[in-house]
């Protein structure tokens, strides 16, 4: 609204200026100025506000403006006098603003000739008005030559003022096509990381009722025997089952809340879609540690869909365990390969590397290296379980390392059965 009223004004004292930039084709008083185009420009801009208002204000101002040029610096000394030889403009302008709001031309926008010859139109109709208020004897109304004049000078004026609105627009279009481009990359990038956060989400419900199941398992099989202390630990271990299983329901509701706006429910996605998501995920992780770690994924041949969870399972442990292990800035290889009917996962990290002495450790539950800034450790659970996971499906986990010579590398081999989407 404040933008609207501002423009407005600008018109009002825009339209008196550009006025003065004129010459006289009649070699009488009436004047051929910028100060149509100008307002021409206007009332098409401002589609908000009455063509009559403009025009009823815009005639004063520029009727005003030149009689107090015409007192302060002209030969007319006179107000009365000033008057008398001004006020056919603002006829002018109150003609234009009429003739421009009964053809309706902001109406009209779409059909740029059609507003062009409306234009003209209007324009003609209102220099016939000034014309007529100006002229006693009507010659020049009746010479032919005059009209071809007056409706060259208002073709020209008209399609000028239609040539640069359009500009105008044009830029403006582009402008907010731009923006919105922009706009939907960023939903796009949005929906994206929802999507990834839903795939994580899920994968940590399918961990945690997996978890619920064993601990209550371990309920059952402590609880048959009655000694006291078996019976302490039966206890324990339904309240671990309890608490995981809140966190199950605490993902349930979640995981229905995303999955409601990603419509995605397989449990198989193209190996290339995992793959990035490991790496987006690790990056993040990487700046939440205050790590500046540049994280590289290569993919070599052709893979069919491959299962969500088991999927990132190895590799997002792989991939997180080398970002921890980097101290505060270094780089992370991901090397995905197919061989046959084999696929094969590479992660290499130029950090510390492993100690030839811990390299047959690394894999038994609890060892670790690795402390936070308090001095607690790590649980070692990491590589185990991805040890485990690797082992119940046939395949192979290896750790060296890097080339170079320092950092470290961590192979797993596959069967591509194992992971991958069976075709039916």
Partial sequence: MKEKWLTFMLMIVTVPIAGELNFYPFQN???????????FLFLLWLRSVSPLVSGLLVGAAVTIFRMGLETTLGPLRDWEAAFQHHYPVFFYYLTYAIVFSAVRMNRHHHRPLLLGVLGVTIEIAATSVELLLRSPAAAPLTALATWKQIALIAFFRSFFVL??????????????????RKEKEKMLVLISELYEETIQLNKTLHNAENIAQDSYRLYQSLKDNQHLLREDLAQQALRIAGQV????????????????????????????ELAGIVLRSNRKYARSLGKKIGLDL????????????????????????????????????IVVKRD??????????????????HVEKIFFPGFTTKYDKSGNASTGIGLAYVKQEVERMLGTIQA????????????ITLPLDQIAKKVE
Wanted: aromatic share 8%; charged share 20%.
């Fill in 400 to 411: 060296g390392p890097a080339g170079g010579g320092t950092g470290a590398v961590f192979t």
């Fill in 29 to 39: 008083d009436f004047r051929v100025s910028l100060g149509t185009p100008a307002f």
């Fill in 245 to 272: 299983h809140e966190i199950k329901k605490d993902n349930q509701r979640i995981y229905a809340g995303l999955s409601g706006l990603i419509s995605h429910e397989s449990e198989y996605l193209p190996l290339e």
């Fill in 163 to 180: 040539g640069f609105f359009n500009l105008v627009k044009l830029r403006q279009s582009k402008a907010a096509e731009e923006q919105q």
């Fill in 298 to 333: 290569h993919m070599d041949g052709v893979f069919p869909p491959c299962h969500v969870y088991a999927t990132l399972s190895i590799l997002n442990n792989l991939v997180a365990n080398a970002v921890e292990a980097i101290k505060e800035t270094g780089s992370i290889r």
């Fill in 340 to 357: 046959h009917n084999t696929v094969i996962f590479s992660v290499a990290d130029n950090g510390p590397g492993i100690a030839s002495k």
